[in-house]
Every structure is written in structure tokens, then in C-alpha cells.
């Protein structure tokens, strides 16, 4: 996954470079300034690439009224969730992109003018392979799992997954195992003892929040037990970052304000990890009642990120690497501990 942020002054055409990359009316496309107000988002599946999730936004010079700066410090505000940046203009640069550019700081950019700007998918394709390193991403598994070996996925069924659906880290984790040929056994806990006695798999990976009741079940058998969040953590993350984070734990004092940041937008429900668990869990460990913050899929981190403890956030199976370790890159700057909810809740459990 590739997210990409269209960018450029009102009218230099953004819009109509989303519409043309899509073959679609995705974006209205209009002589009036400000046309498009919040970012506007499609995702892209490109056969044999990757998926591409485009960001159109408002116009960088929209800021001559209140509306239009808030429209503006809303296209600011996407920089931090993307990998590639598409800098449209009508002629050449001024002080609108240069300002964005100084924003952009380490993530790639493109320069392009509206009259010859990519048009077809093998054009942006080319672009992305020339400023995005699209194999920096480690293997889900990582070194846990090896080619042709034995994988149980124990798998809870989640009250946030839509009907008929398996929560994405969990289809991830298989699609994974498939692709080193290896032997996936799909489970719900109370099947577990029973699907052990006839197997003796290399790994098994369960929700963080029922890793506890999994490794009951294992007993003393040495056989390695991780969660979904905590591979994540490796593969999107920073695990040693997150592991640091854990060892602050004890300095957490009553009334502290914890950031929790959860990627995806799905409805909160009974026992949601993010906004249920973790917080009664955390004020169990911690002896202390809490603040929490909680943020989702595309708010902005909030503005006074020092005031926050500790920070921990989803393993990011709808969002990229990229957007994780700007995250990450961000809150490290301002000495703040991150972790992830897999990891805390292995800690804290």
C-alpha cells in the first residue's frame, strides 16, 4: 500500500489528475476556486504493483478567508500519512510550494505540470519506483516462520469486523502463510487444545486480547506464541521503540494523559481494545485512573502532543509503514514513549 497526496495551488489540477488516474469522476472538477474542501480519498488497485490510495486536497493558496484556512490546515494535516508527494503546477514553483516542500522535510515529492502530468497507471508507476522504496516493507512473518512450516492462527471473532468478515491482520497473517507454502490452521480458542493434540506447529499468532487465555491453553510447550498487533509492530512499526515505551510504564502517575491512535474507522463496540481494554487494563497495571485521547483513521495528531505520557497506537494493518513511522518519528522528537496495542497489551495482560 502507497499512499499518495496530490498537491498544488487552486485550479492547477489536482482534481482532474485523480480523475484521469482513476478513469472516474472521483474528484468534481470546476473553474471556481475551491472546489475540493476536505481530502478527498480513492484507493487504487494497480494488478502486478500495489495498491495506490490517492489524497486530493484543497488548494495551498485557499487562505484568504477563515473557511479556506481551515481548508488548507486540513490538506496540511495529510502530509503525515503519506509516502509521495505530487506537487501539481501551472507553471513553476512559488512560495505556496515551497513552503510545502519545507513540510514535506524527508518525504519524497514530484513536481509536475498540469500539461504533461502522468495520465495512465504505468507513468505514475514509474514515478513511484524512481522516489518511493516500495521493498523497505519486512516480511509479516519475519524470521518467526519459515518456508513450508506449520502456523496456527488462533482467531477470536471480532465484534468490529462487519458480518462475514475476518478482522485484515488476521486475512493478512494467512494470505502470508500461503505465500511461504506453509500450513495455516485457522481457529477460534476453544478449538485450540483440540487442533494441538493432533499438530506441533512452528508459531501460533492469536489476538493480543486473548493471547493470555492461548497461552493457558499451550501450557509449558515451548512452542513460540505472538499476537497479530505484535507482528505488525515489526513489520510496520518500530519494535524496539515500542519495547523501550514499555519500561516507562512505571513512571505513569495518576490523572496522566494517554494518546491513543487507531488507524482504521470502525465503529466502536463492546470491548473495543483501543477504547474499552487497553484503558481498563492500563489503570489496572498502572494503579492510577487515566485521561485518554483517542483518535482515529484521519484526524490530525493533536496540537499539543507534549502534554501526553505515553502514546500507543494500532499496529496499522489499514495504513502504511510510511504513515506509522512519521508517527513514530514525530512523537520520538518530542520525547514522548510510543507503543503499540499488541506489545502493551502483552505487557499488561
Not at 472521483?26 to 494497480?46: A, C, F, L, Y
Not at 518500530?238 to 474507522?265: M, P, R, W
Not at 482515529?296 to 513511522?325: F, S, W
Not at 512519521?326 to 522528537?333: E, G, H, M, P, R
Request: charged share 20%.
Amino acid at each position: 500500500m502507497i499512499n499518495i497526496g496530490i498537491y498544488g495551488r487552486t485550479n492547477a489540477g489536482k482534481s482532474t489528475l485523480v480523475n484521469f488516474l482513476c478513469g472516474a469522476s472521483v474528484s468534481i472538477v470546476s473553474d471556481q476556486k475551491g472546489t475540493t474542501t476536505d481530502p478527498v480519498v480513492r484507493r487504487w488497485e494497480i494488478p502486478g504493483f500495489d495498491t495506490i490510495t490517492l489524497i486530493d486536497t484543497a488548494g495551498l493558496d485557499d487562505n484568504t478567508t477563515t473557511l479556506g484556512k481551515q481548508r488548507v490546515a486540513k490538506t496540511m494535516q495529510t502530509i503525515e500519512r503519506i509516502d509521495l508527494a505530487v506537487i501539481v503546477v501551472e507553471k513553476q514553483i512559488g512560495a505556496n510550494e515551497e513552503e510545502l516542500i519545507t513540510q514535506l522535510g524527508k518525504i519524497p515529492h514530484v513536481i509536475v505540470n498540469r500539461k504533461n502530468y502522468p495520465r495512465t497507471p504505468e507513468e505514475l508507476i514509474e514515478i513511484i519506483r524512481l522516489k518511493v522504496k516500495t521493498d523497505t516493507t519486512p516480511s509479516f512473518y519475519g524470521d518467526k516462520l519459515s518456508a513450508k512450516g506449520t502456523v496456527i492462527l488462533v482467531c477470536p471473532i471480532d465484534k468490529g469486523a462487519p458480518n462475514g468478515r475476518m478482522i485484515l491482520p488476521q486475512m493478512q497473517a494467512l494470505r502470508a502463510a500461503l505465500e511461504l507454502h506453509c500450513n495455516a490452521i485457522v481457529v477460534q480458542p476453544e478449538e485450540l487444545a483440540n487442533v494441538l493434540a493432533k499438530n506441533s506447529p512452528n508459531l501460533i499468532v492469536t489476538d493480543a486480547s486473548a493471547i493470555a487465555n492461548v497461552r493457558k491453553t499451550v501450557g509449558t510447550s515451548n512452542i513460540p506464541i505472538t499476537s497479530f498487533s505484535a507482528l505488525l509492530a515489526e513489520q510496520k512499526g518500530d519494535a524496539t521503540t515500542y519495547q523501550k515505551a514499555l519500561f516507562t510504564l512505571q513512571s505513569i502517575k495518576q490523572g496522566d494523559n494517554i494518546l491513543v491512535i487507531e488507524h482504521c474507522s470502525h465503529h466502536a463496540s463492546c470491548g473495543d481494545i483501543g477504547r474499552e481494554k487497553i484503558p481498563q487494563l492500563l489503570n489496572k497495571f498502572t494503579k492510577h485512573q487515566l485521561n485518554y485521547t483517542f483518535i482515529t483513521n484521519r484526524d490530525a495528531l493533536p496540537e499539543n502532543l507534549k502534554q501526553y505520557k505515553l502514546a500507543v497506537q494500532c499496529g496499522g494493518c489499514m495504513t502504511t509503514r510510511g504513515h506509522i513511522m512519521n508517527i513514530i518519528d514525530k512523537l520520538n522528537s518530542l520525547s514522548i514513549p510510543v507503543t503499540n496495542y499488541g506489545m502493551l497489551l502483552e505487557k499488561i495482560s
